[in-house]
């Protein structure tokens, strides 16, 4: 007759049966450990470990690694550990296969003064692009990096609109790769566009004509600069083509 024993492991699917403890979940790039009790007879308890069917080393050791490196992050994972009666192996950090909540946005608006966004399932080294759509493409405006992790967020970002039409989404690239977009913004601006800059051709600085949003990109396209102010310091930028966004409004210049 099988003795069933229930366990709490932060919400993991994971029962055991005994001699066997199965444990499910998904693979975000971490190792899981796990503790290897003695029996009352002096023996290490796990006798063979199993993953998504495939037989795994065991240890002869009170606890040890477990790793996953022949496998993609986000791939399920079934572990089957067999151990002898009379002890228990446990896993000693569950979390790091605990299915995370997926990234989506909840809502994205904007208005005259700022952009605004809240999503979750953020993760920390993710990246928000700020895109302006265009006729036949989009142009990136800004980068927001996620410093640290925060599942649920909220975010502002102060906005200057080009004369018109404006229409603008958001673009969140995962650190494992993956791609989210929100749904399309749309603003009229009724404010003429009247920010110039000089010089065209740079040594160590760029003025604008008054304070403003700006964002700095090389010939491929590179994010090199990016914030408000009415000057900037291009002294360390190598020779060559940049261009400069002033609201939105895209210009060319050469740092000599």
Not at 4 to 21: D, F
Not at 235 to 253: E, R
Request: proline share 3%.
């Amino acid at each position: 007759m099988k003795t069933i024993v229930t366990l709490l492991l932060l919400c993991l699917p994971c029962w055991v049966i005994a001699g066997e403890l199965i444990v499910e979940g998904v693979y975000q790039g971490k190792s899981l450990y796990i503790q290897n009790p003695l029996t009352a007879q002096g023996r290490y308890c796990i006798t063979s470990i199993r993953v998504n069917g495939q037989k795994y080393p065991t240890e002869e050791a009170s606890a040890f690694q477990l790793n996953f490196l022949s496998l993609k992050v986000g791939a399920p994972l079934k572990i089957v550990i067999q151990f002898i009666n009379g002890a228990t192996p446990r896993i000693i950090n569950p979390q790091v296969i605990q299915k995370k909540e997926a990234f989506q946005f909840l809502s994205v608006s904007v208005d005259e003064k700022q952009i605004e966004w809240q999503s979750n399932g953020t993760e920390k080294h993710g990246r928000f692009f700020i895109m302006k759509q265009e006729i036949d493409h989009a142009d990136m405006l800004y980068v927001v990096d996620v410093d640290t992790k925060l599942g649920d967020s909220a975010y502002q970002l102060e906005m200057q609109h080009t004369f018109g039409n404006n229409t603008y989404f958001i673009k969140y690239l995962h650190y494992a790769g993956a791609v989210y977009y929100s749904e399309r913004m749309h603003f009229y601006s009724d404010k003429p566009d009247t920010v110039s800059f000089y010089p065209k051709d740079v040594k160590d600085f760029i003025t604008f004509s008054e304070e403003v949003n700006y964002t700095i990109t090389d010939e491929k396209g590179k994010l090199i600069k990016q914030g408000v102010a009415q000057k900037v310091n291009c002294s360390g930028l190598k020779a060559g083509t940049y261009f400069i966004d002033l609201n939105n409004k895209k210009n060319q210049f050469v740092k000599m």
